[in-house]
């Protein structure tokens, strides 16, 4: 074999090399850019956390419905014109324009409906938000917070309390319904005093 072809099949050689390492080192990096996280784990952690927090997704729903009986074997239907559910408490429900309806052992019934509220589908508690309204026995009662406790038995009415009955009109701060006993406590913070207006016939 001469010099010349010898010289010639090196720079082929070389040639061929040089051109493979090119295609490697172009198509190479391109894959290993796809592959490199630009941002870490960690970091896309806290993101999605804080994505969650503002926005914690779940589902929304309309015109819905539930009915149980609570422990002291009364019988309930929860309404809510919208509700929604969040991934990060799933047992909780909140609801806007809410209608409860309790009815009792007694032939009696006690309809409660808010603005707004949230209900525990495994406890069975329920809070009513923002313009209360509570109908017992001809009686009608405004507050802006409710809460019954399914384990108490036991429904809690608060702020801005105000009782309409044919006896009269009663002011309180907190009252609290024993569902079991179907008694009434009312409470006042300002020195122990009820402002009440009750007819005695």
């Not at 198509?27 to 503002?54: A, C, F, M, P, V």
């Amino acid at each position: 074999m001469t010099d010349r072809k010898r010289k010639l099949r090196f720079i082929q050689a070389s040639l061929l090399l040089l051109g493979a390492l090119i295609i490697f080192m172009t198509y190479g990096k391109k894959e290993r850019k796809e592959n490199d996280e630009i941002i870490s784990k960690k970091t896309q952690e806290r993101i999605e956390l804080q994505i969650d927090k503002k926005n914690p997704g779940g589902d929304t729903f309309f015109n819905i419905e539930y009915s149980g009986i609570d422990l002291s074997g009364n019988r309930y239907i929860l309404k809510s014109e919208e509700a929604k559910n969040v991934k990060t408490e799933p047992e909780l429900v909140y609801m806007k324009l809410v209608t409860a309806i309790f009815y009792f052992k007694d032939d009696t019934i006690l309809k409660v409906t808010s603005d707004e509220g949230k209900y525990n589908n495994k406890t069975l508690d329920m809070n009513f938000n923002n313009n209360v309204k509570a109908y017992y026995e001809g009686s009608e009662l405004y507050a802006q917070k409710a809460e019954y406790s399914n384990s108490q038995s036991y429904l809690t009415i608060s702020h801005d309390v105000k009782i309409k009955d044919i006896k009269g009109t009663i002011i309180a701060d907190k009252l609290l319904f024993d569902i079991k006993k179907q008694t009434l406590n009312i409470a006042s913070f300002n020195d122990g005093k009820i402002n009440a207006n009750v007819k005695l016939k």
